[in-house]
């Protein structure tokens, strides 16, 4: 690193205007950015991370503005900047950005080559048969085979890791000094985040950029970043290299964040949650923005706005917490275990469900199959499944998108036709044709919680009708006065406000709208219920909550849960057992930290390397490891599903599973 920044912003101000009011989205914030490094920002959704790094390329809303301080670059203030005339001297060529939804980011009218063509021809004054060629050898550099086929294609018919890096290309087209990534893996899995985040480090290299990263997934942090920056309503109150933030925090906003991890709880326990929400920013803040939000606050953080207290050279932070006045604050734990290093191991032998002796099977899949397309082209889904579900636990599916996992989850509950095998419930068969009766029964005890809770609510109507559905189609209550305390009943089980029946989903946050999808399904009174990828949307601290209130739930109602996610590190945390799922088989099954300390297939082996791991030397360190089913030679030895070990189950050739009972043993 140079000691000249290459980027220098001091005491941003961004101001929006809403209807007659002005919300301070930015406030008084600074950043200096050197010369190839990877920075990253970090923060809960609304913390100002994207509107900050929008300020270098001048993308803000119409209804936003700078309204003070500096940003220069290369002896140009580009806080100044007014028009697009300006702007197109460094937006694309100079500073890029890579955008968070690919699929929003693409037209999905135009090819895709011509999109990336466009970008060359209209950055680089290059035209026709040149801008084509380069257009076709960035497909190339940012790893997409067969450019020539690709580049005739449309968005729709690539994949959202294939997307992902059409829009890297377009971005890195001009060849940038620095390139912004906005979340630019969130809606990816794990398997295809960590070939994304190696293609982004090896461009960083060859085109010698410098990047920054804005993300709430800590673990893609403690992967790429040198240096970290915390930003919490509008203001950067933490910043530091990689080792300094992880391993010795000092904002009690820090703290918190990397206590709400999954991966440094401990199993049977709470995680820690961040109470209360932030700060409406219409209003004017006084004292420390996160006081409100901090059990052990100190007096003068209500009064007064604490000044940057450096800690090294290089680590600075924004809290009183470091004068030398303030009493001292111990750490919490979870810092001290990243240092230590992280495990989430129970502190105690805790007895799974499956493992009682009186324990009882709450449903039973067997050689399900699920096809879809007509008989001349068919499509398998979900191919010959068999698994159980004992009463009281929750048994992961975990695997990556298109792997079966959710048509798996809604052909349980009826919502997808299955094409073969059974599924029992309570020993009852109950897919293909049943009775009214039976399918009433299992629509009232089996329920789901859904991926999107955007998508899965009907923005139209009032959350006291949304979560009422059920009881409105199965006439579950006996009067209004009935209907609407068990609205409430559910409500405030969920954590949220009785008075809040009368608002509309889009007032909510992301993890509100979701705890409104858990109380749809709870009211029902439900024992099983399906949560498919219930927090793969959310910050880090809302991901806490909804994880601590779904395990309360199954505690209080002693209910049973399948739990979909694409995150090993996530359900090592939440689930007794995991089922490893592959292109519609289950190829691994086994009790969780079995399966972590013995992983035998070697795609149970893949997800693990790819599952992102808080801790920087770790991840720093970690192998990626490649799953090519071409490995696997069945022509002659056949595969067969066996139990290697009690309880622990692997899909392989007799060859294979000799192998992997060695491995065990």
Same mark, same amino acid.
């Given at each position: ?12 101000? =961004? ?7 002005? %919300? ?97 021809? %209209? ?40 997307? !992902? ?13 620095? %390139? *912004? ?79 709400? $991890?999954?991966?440094? @709880?401990?199993?049977?326990?709470? $995680? ?17 923005? #996160? ?8 007096? *003068?953080?209500? $009064? ?68 879809? @397309?007509?008989?001349?082209?068919? #499509?398998?889904? =979900? ?13 992961? %599916? ?88 068990? =609205?409430? !009943? ?79 590190? =996530? ?64 022509? !002659? ?29």
């Amino acid at each position: 690193m140079t000691k000249e920044p290459i980027l220098s912003a001091k005491d941003v101000e =961004v101001q929006f205007s809403l209807r007659g009011n002005y %919300l301070r989205a930015i406030r008084k914030c600074s950043l200096d950015l050197y010369d190839g490094e990877t920075l990253a920002i970090v923060g809960e959704s609304g913390s100002g991370k994207s509107v900050f790094t929008k300020c270098f390329v001048g993308m803000l809303d119409k209804n936003g503005k700078v309204t003070g301080g500096s940003i220069l670059y290369e002896g140009n203030d580009l806080a100044k900047y007014k028009t697009e005339k300006e702007w197109r001297q460094i937006r694309g060529k100079k500073i890029a950005m890579v955008m968070q939804d690919p699929m929003t980011s693409l037209n999905p009218l135009k090819k895709i080559g011509k999109q990336i063509q466009e970008t060359i021809e %209209l950055n680089q004054g290059i035209h026709g048969a040149e801008a084509k060629k380069q257009a076709l050898r960035l497909l190339q550099t940012v790893g997409i085979h067969d450019p020539e086929k690709r580049f005739d294609q449309y968005p729709h018919e690539f994949s959202g890791g294939m997307r !992902q890096r059409v829009v890297i290309a377009i971005a890195i087209a001009c060849k940038p000094q620095i %390139l *912004i990534c906005d979340e630019p893996t969130t809606a990816l899995d794990v398997t295809v985040q960590a070939q994304i985040l190696d293609l982004i480090r090896s461009l960083q290299k060859e085109l010698h950029m410098t990047i920054i990263y804005i993300t709430h997934d800590l673990g893609v942090v403690a992967n790429v970043a040198d240096r970290v920056a915390v930003m919490y309503a509008g203001q950067i109150v933490e910043i530091g290299k990689i080792d300094e933030v992880f391993y010795d925090a000092r904002h009690p906003y820090a703290w918190a964040l990397l206590s709400a $991890l999954p991966q440094l @709880g401990v199993k049977g326990e709470t $995680l820690p949650t961040i109470d209360g929400t932030p700060p409406n920013l219409f209003n004017e803040i006084k004292g420390d923005a #996160f006081a409100p939000r901090n059990r052990h606050a100190l007096q *003068i953080d209500f $009064l007064e706005e604490p000044p940057f207290f450096d800690v090294t050279p290089t680590h600075k932070a924004k809290t009183w917490y470091l004068d030398p006045r303030a009493p001292h604050m111990e750490q919490p734990k979870s810092i001290q275990k990243l240092r230590d290093g992280s495990d989430n191991r129970p502190a105690q032998k805790i007895v799974h469900p499956h493992e009682k002796p009186d324990r009882e099977v709450l449903l039973e899949v067997k050689d399900l199959e699920v096809k879809f @397309g007509n008989k001349r082209h068919p #499509f398998v889904a =979900v191919n010959r499944v068999s698994f159980q579900v004992f009463k009281g636990e929750t048994l992961a %599916l975990v695997g990556e998108s298109g792997s079966g996992k959710t048509t798996i989850g809604r052909s349980i509950l009826r919502m997808v036709p299955t094409s073969g095998g059974d599924v029992l419930y309570r020993g009852t068969k109950i897919n293909g044709k049943i009775s009214k009766s039976l399918n009433e029964k299992i629509i009232r005890n089996c329920q789901m919680i859904f991926q999107d809770p955007m998508a899965s609510l009907n923005e139209r109507a009032k959350v006291d009708y949304i979560v009422s559905e059920g009881l409105y189609n199965f006439h579950l209550y006996k009067d209004e006065a009935e209907r609407e305390e068990k =609205v409430q !009943q559910a409500l405030r089980e969920v954590g949220l406000l009785p008075e809040f029946a009368s608002r509309f989903p889009h007032e909510f946050s992301g993890g509100q709208r979701q705890r409104i999808g858990i109380a749809r399904a709870l009211i029902m009174e439900p024992e099983f219920i399906v949560a498919d990828e219930p927090i793969s949307a959310l910050d880090v601290s809302i991901r806490a909550q909804v994880l601590n209130l779904l395990n309360d739930l199954k505690a209080k109602r002693d209910l049973t849960y399948l739990f979909i996610a694409h995150d090993l590190s =996530v359900v090592r945390f939440i689930s007794d057992r995991i089922a490893v799922i592959y292109r519609g088989q289950i190829v691994e099954l086994a009790e969780a930290e079995e399966l972590f300390l013995h992983p035998l297939h070697p795609y149970t082996r893949a997800l693990l390397s790819a599952a992102p791991n808080p801790d920087p030397e770790i991840e720093k360190q970690k192998k990626l490891l490649v799953y090519d089913p071409l490995m696997h030679d069945y022509t !002659q030895d056949k595969p067969f599903w066996e139990e290697v070990c009690k309880g622990h189950f692997v899909y392989g050739n007799r060859r294979e599973i000799e192998g992997y009972r060695r491995a065990v043993h």
